[in-house]
């Protein structure tokens, strides 16, 4: 699953993310989250390339220049999967 994230970018004053787009960013990160839900099921091979994947969009956002829809995203990842999966949470704020 990988969608493409918009983002505004200007190159001469720096980097300026719209609010519609740091929201977007916030909504896949809780979306993706949720993924990791105990009530579904997941073998340790999907859970790592889901995990995978997740820092892959991360780190291809920041590699961009979008650091600030990267934090966003990882911000919503990282607190919804605190509610929703506290143990995974707390192993991957380690």
Do not use: W
């Not at 579904?40 to 820092?55: G, N, P, V, Y």
Request: aromatic share 4%; glycine share 4%; proline share 3%.
């Amino acid at each position: 699953m990988l969608l493409l994230l918009p983002i505004a970018v200007q190159s001469c004053s720096g980097e300026k993310v719209s609010k519609e787009d740091l929201a977007t960013a916030r909504e896949m990160g809780h979306k993706r989250a949720l993924e990791f839900s105990p009530a579904i099921t997941l073998d340790t091979c999907r859970m790592e390339a889901m995990l995978i994947d997740i820092r892959e969009r991360e780190q291809r956002l920041r590699a961009t220049g979008h650091t600030k829809a990267a934090d966003a995203y990882m911000d919503s990842f990282l607190s919804t999967l605190d509610s929703v999966n506290p143990s995974l949470a707390s192993q991957l704020k380690r």
